[in-house]
């Protein structure tokens, strides 16, 4: 299904209002035109339970992973060469090798030069080969952890007698890493490892593996040299893996990694986020070719982890109650087996003996009723009984479900009681509105803070005493990067003729609406309001809708002051009951004329409020909203209001500003020839949400040569697909024959109907994308727009 995205003009949680900020931002007006009874499903970027590193680059001194200014030519279909925009043409293949970026046309020289610090470190290399080894180990081990146990073993016994004394970089799965070569190009080895977890009558058991290392390839990294250089070479992805993997090999022994990142408790005092959870901080490390030359590229980051508390604990926690003293209710009990589902946790009544298992689920019955066979005669036998004979252990909560280990047909009991949850995992799973705030406040940081953070993360990193780094000559500078940055004059904006102040010069990045009106203001004539809020009573609702309504003719809308019906009161509880109440209560009285936008007050804390009443009115009612938190009715600051208006302009498909170069015809690239600029995502679900599609979002511009109105698209997927597979698609039709269509070619046929011309030029921004899928997505997307051009232009 597909349906007309909304605009978005702020990043906040998905189930809070998006506020308009005291401040109007620079951001784009992504708004849609108006679209009645179409299906709509919607998705959205979520920032919920994922690593967030800290806050973005918000100003000219402040660190950031953007490397635009000073990496390769940059992956989204444009380059910058004295201050204008330069098009990329790509070369389309079905072989990657093939696909190659035109090189770099020049330098930006627009603005005032200043000099920025990045949190880059410059990285010194030997011109040597580098040795890659394929390993294989019996019996196979599909945990990192171990193989890497296996293999730091096998350095241990082997490096002086076999390895030639080299130190390996090992990628914890298949490959191997030397600088030089081993004295074989095949070798077996035997290894004997302790298993912690596996006792047996107080004693350890060994397990044996066999390695087997066998020569693969030797990469030369004269051809990185020569890349940096400016030369175009094959094999710079490996060689730059083979890097990031010798460099993140002490980490990995050190901290808990989760991909380019690494975590720990030592690294900052853990946040409690509440739930049992708690936020970690660490690092992130990313070796980058730049202009300037190799570098290590480092930021900090937070996530959530699960604490590591007895499990009683932790549930106490969860729940919010004392489980101490009373049984679990069923809701209790299922909100407690999603919360362990897949959580590792020790037993605790063993003594040192502290084998780990994974939870699979929690018991319906307390631990007192549970029984289990203990022989093949079916001897039964209570799990209270079990424990007090077999551990001297005995259970002090037997009101309490035990939880199941192992798997659901030969499922383990363990007390809640004598388990605690095992240090270093992170929480995969939706976070509520809460744990999100409270982990943006620890991630949230200045510049200056910043900057010694990474700072210290070098030095505790240590990598000029790093055997790894020594052994394959790499050197790494312990100060930031200094670069040359420009910061580029505002643009000027215009606004509608009108008003007393016809342009607008931003400084820094902001400007108010005092004494202009939008360029293109809409009407709104038939609208309502619905009050959620229990504590915002009718005549304020009513005052509030005046004020606006007031403040958006002032900035140049047209708007009706009266509503179709009287404010509506209602329960949180009963958004859909009540939301289609409005609608049909408004459109009856409309008599054939329909509702075109309401507005919705709801508590400050609303937690899933806002997030229902966006579903029902996009994908049932095809109904535009706008929200307004309790706080801003009761205050109806004029600055808020003025936001609120710009927003509501947006949404009915209107234009509040345009850039005074774009009139003029003065956008390179842009001014010349009709052109579109099209951006593209998709978002994936929360781990653990096995029964939700992916959603894909396609937006392009619908004006030109201004390029400010934005219509959009959006389509559910196959779970975790990263291409966009509804692009471009053909069907056939029994009486039509072959027909074509697709996301790309309904908003290219938009474009033309808002126009009066077809664009001569495509321009397409594609977010989201790893390094590794880069080039599958950039040939079938690519493809995918091709065939719609030619569908078009036959």
Avoid at 683 to 712: C, F, L, M, R
Wanted: hydrophobic share 35%.
């Amino acid at each position: 299904h597909k349906y007309k995205k909304p605009a978005q003009n702020s990043l906040v949680p998905i189930s809070q209002p998006q506020e308009p900020q005291a401040t109007t931002k620079t951001t784009p007006n992504l708004s849609s035109p108006k679209s009645r009874g179409s299906r709509r499903r919607g998705g959205r970027k979520s920032d919920q339970g994922d690593m967030r590193p800290s806050n973005k680059a918000v100003a000219v001194d402040e660190l950031g992973k953007d490397e635009a200014s000073f990496a390769p030519p940059p992956t989204n279909g444009i380059v910058f060469s004295n201050g204008e925009k330069t098009e990329l043409g790509f070369c389309c293949s079905t072989n990657n090798k093939n696909l190659s970026f035109p090189s770099r046309p020049g330098f930006g020289q627009l603005g005032t030069k200043c000099i920025v610090k990045a949190n880059h470190f410059f990285t010194e290399l030997p011109d040597k080969d580098l040795n890659h080894y394929d390993v294989t180990i019996t019996p196979e081990v599909n945990s990192k952890p171990v193989n890497r146990m296996i293999m730091a073993e096998l350095v241990k016994l082997y490096k002086e007698s076999d390895l030639g004394s080299r130190l390996p970089a090992y990628d914890g799965s298949k490959s191997l890493y030397t600088a030089g070569e081993l004295p074989f190009s095949w070798k077996e080895f035997k290894v004997k490892l302790i298993d912690e977890e596996d006792t047996v009558n107080g004693s350890k058991r060994e397990k044996e593996y066999k390695v087997v290392i066998k020569f693969v390839a030797r990469t030369n990294l004269h051809h990185l040299g020569q890349f940096l250089a400016g030369k175009r070479v094959d094999g710079l992805k490996e060689v730059l893996q083979i890097l990031d993997i010798v460099l993140r090999e002490l980490s990995v022994k050190r901290f808990c990694p989760i991909g380019r990142y690494f975590f720990s408790p030592d690294i900052r005092k853990p946040q409690r986020l509440g739930d049992g959870l708690e936020a970690w901080c660490g690092f992130y490390q990313s070796i980058r070719p730049t202009q300037m030359g190799l570098s290590l590229n480092i930021d900090m980051a937070s996530a959530a982890f699960i604490e590591a508390l007895p499990v009683i604990e932790f549930v106490a926690q969860l729940l919010g109650k004392d489980v101490l003293s009373r049984p679990l209710s069923d809701s209790d009990r299922i909100k407690v087996k999603k919360a362990l589902r897949g959580v590792k946790v020790e037993v605790t009544h063993r003594g040192d003996i502290r084998r780990k298992y994974r939870v699979s689920g929690v018991t319906t019955q307390p631990t007192r009723e549970l029984v289990f066979p203990v022989d093949d005669n079916a001897a039964m036998k209570s799990v209270v009984e079990y424990f007090k004979e077999m551990y001297g252990f005995t259970i002090q909560y037997a009101h309490l479900p035990c939880l199941q280990v192992g798997n659901q047909k030969k499922a383990n009991y363990l007390p809640m009681e004598a388990c605690k949850i095992v240090e270093g995992q992170r929480y995969t799973k939706r976070l509520s509105e809460k744990q999100i705030t409270a982990l943006l406040k620890v991630t949230c940081q200045r510049p200056r803070d910043r900057e010694q953070d990474i700072l210290q993360t070098i030095q505790r990193n240590g990598y000029g005493q790093d055997p790894y780094a020594k052994e394959f000559g790499i050197n790494i500078s312990e100060k930031l990067t200094c670069v040359e940055a420009r910061v580029l004059p505002a643009p000027w904006l215009k606004y509608n003729e009108t008003g007393k102040e016809k342009d607008c010069l931003p400084q820094v990045g902001q400007w108010n609406m005092m004494n202009k009106k939008m360029i293109n203001g809409m009407t709104v004539s038939q609208w309502a309001c619905i009050n959620f809020s229990r504590s915002v009573q009718e005549s304020v609702a009513r005052g509030f809708c005046s004020e606006l309504a007031q403040m958006c003719q002032v900035s140049g809308m047209g708007f009706n002051p009266d509503p179709v019906i009287p404010v509506y009161n209602a329960r949180p509880d009963q958004v859909e009951k009540a939301l289609k109440h409005v609608y049909h209560v408004s459109t009856n009285k409309l008599k054939g004329k329909e509702l075109e936008l309401l507005l919705a007050i709801l508590p400050d804390n609303n937690g899933s409020l806002y997030g229902d009443l966006k579903r029902i009115c996009e994908t049932e009612l095809g109904l535009i909203s706008q929200c307004c938190l309790t706080k801003h009715v009761f205050k109806i600051n004029k600055q808020y209001l003025a936001n609120v208006s710009l927003k509501i302009n947006v949404k009915m498909g209107g234009r509040n500003t345009v850039l005074l170069d774009a009139i003029s015809c003065r956008i390179p690239l842009v001014s010349d020839i009709p052109t579109i600029i099209f951006g593209a995502d998709v978002t994936h679900p929360e781990n653990g949400e096995e029964s939700s599609p992916s959603i894909a979002a396609v937006v392009a511009s619908q004006d030109w040569p201004e390029i400010t109105k934005y219509a959009g698209l959006v389509c559910a997927q196959a779970q975790r697909q990263e291409l966009i597979q509804d692009l471009y698609k053909t069907w056939h039709d029994p009486v039509r024959g072959t027909l074509s269509g697709g996301m790309i070619r309904d908003l290219l046929v938009s474009f033309r109907k808002a126009t009066g011309q077809k664009p001569q030029r495509i321009i397409f921004y594609r977010d989201g994308v790893s390094e590794g899928q880069f080039y599958q997505v950039l040939l079938f997307e690519l493809d995918a727009i091709r065939k719609v051009v030619e569908s078009i232009n036959p």
